[in-house]
């Protein structure tokens, strides 16, 4: 078959900072569940990028946590102080000595976050509603003061991330985390200026950007990427909906970032909400905004051939996570030709040749069906 894939493999220039990267491709961001209990980056964890740093032209980390109010997973690493300072800029490095461009997701779990990894065992979130799942902690709600503080967090995060000599940063609004929660109709239930009306759950989200954008510009003497990920739609009801999402989309359209990374398992799946509706919804984004706010797409690609039909909607980027956990070298495969090689199930007996820290790799082992295993 003679196949091309030049799209993949050509330069894309991200319109704001100017950064150009090599490639198409990203490495979507996969929290390991291996830093030091201190917040910061393990060595197994620089072990894992390093041995992924030729996979993408971007290469986004695992989401860091802003403040420890924000801690969601054993093991995540963080952002929220300058005593990280000395580790983020291990992991800036890390990801760059290949030349791929280096994002740090910047987040918070809100009411995600399990009580025993918080100060206080109390999640927080917009409002005092627990998520729907067995079990689920009922979160206490934010008060204005802590709003501020945590918008602070991620501007703060972001300085951090500048001055860790990282490439640019991604804030983690999506995957029902405090940002997502703020714009949920099912976990914002307050009535002050922080939520009630679509614009009002709104405001958090925009003022986050705001405050990034602005700790970005005071601390950056070089150009900067300033991504944001979303979630377009929840399960729940009320939840977020497409309508909602495409109007927050053409909000952040006109806030000048560099790209909007559209959070989904299955790029080229049915709505969550309504499965006749099959559009993909980074299409739906895309279609919306993306003439001026570049779209990632994400979720189930594998193979060269399903990257390119990804491209093939008009998204400009796509990202692959699991496939990169399987499949370190795919882009090095692809650029040589290689195609047949590019394995597409996990080697179970290959943890330390994947370099895969313990805590992740028995997750991906024990959680059924998260990716296809080669026993
Ligand atoms: C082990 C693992 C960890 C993840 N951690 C994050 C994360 O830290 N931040 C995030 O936004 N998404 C996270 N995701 C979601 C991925 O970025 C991606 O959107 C999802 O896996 C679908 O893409 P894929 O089919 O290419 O893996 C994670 C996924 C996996 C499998």
């Not at 290949?98 to 025993?116: F, S, T």
């Not at 405090?178 to 009630?196: A, C, E, M, V, Y």
């Not at 399903?306 to 956990?325: F, K, P």
Request: proline share 6%.
């Amino acid at each position: 078959m003679n196949e091309d894939f030049s799209k993949l493999l050509s330069p894309f220039q991200f319109p704001v900072s100017g950064i150009q990267v090599d490639n198409r491709i990203v490495m979507a961001p996969m929290t390991t569940f291996s830093g030091n209990e201190d917040g910061t980056v393990s060595d197994d964890e620089l072990s894992y990028y390093k041995e992924r740093n030729r996979g993408a032209g971007l290469l986004i980390s695992a989401c860091a946590y802003v403040t420890p109010q924000g801690k969601a997973f054993p093991g995540q690493f963080s952002a929220y102080s300058d005593d990280m300072l000395p580790s983020l800029k291990r992991l800036a490095a890390a990801l760059k000595e290949n030349g791929g461009k280096a994002v740090l997701q910047i987040h918070h779990g809100g009411r995600m976050c399990p009580p025993e990894l918080v100060p206080g065992s109390e999640p927080l979130s917009a409002s005092a509603v627990a998520p729907v799942r067995e079990g689920a902690v009922t979160p206490r709600e934010m008060t204005e003061l802590e709003i501020e503080e945590t918008i602070a967090a991620y501007g703060e995060a972001a300085r951090r991330a500048v001055e860790a000599g990282f490439d640019g940063v991604e804030i983690h609004g999506a995957n029902t985390y405090l940002i997502q929660q703020f714009f949920s109709p099912h976990s914002n239930r307050r009535t002050d200026k922080w939520g009630g009306s679509l614009e009002k759950r709104m405001t958090f989200p925009l003022a986050v950007v705001d405050a990034v954008k602005a700790a970005v510009k005071k601390a950056s003497d070089r150009p900067f990427i300033i991504g944001y990920r979303i979630s377009p739609e929840e399960l729940e009801n009320p939840g977020i909906t497409m309508n909602d999402t495409l109007a927050l989309a053409e909000v952040l359209s006109e806030k000048e970032l560099d790209y909007l990374h559209v959070s989904t398992m299955n790029f080229f799946g049915a709505s969550l909400r309504d499965a006749a509706d099959a559009t993909p919804r980074a299409q739906l984004i895309y279609d919306k905004v993306g003439h001026k706010l570049p779209v990632i797409g994400v979720g189930g690609v594998s193979t060269p051939q399903q990257a390119d039909m990804v491209l093939g909607t008009g998204v400009q980027l796509v990202a692959l996570g699991r496939e990169l956990l399987i499949e370190p070298r795919w882009l090095e495969k692809l650029k040589n030709g290689q195609l047949d090689s590019i394995e597409t199930a996990l080697d179970v007996h290959n943890q330390s040749g994947l370099h895969i820290p313990t805590p992740m790799w028995n997750s991906l082992l024990t959680r059924t069906g998260w990716l296809p295993l080669k026993e």
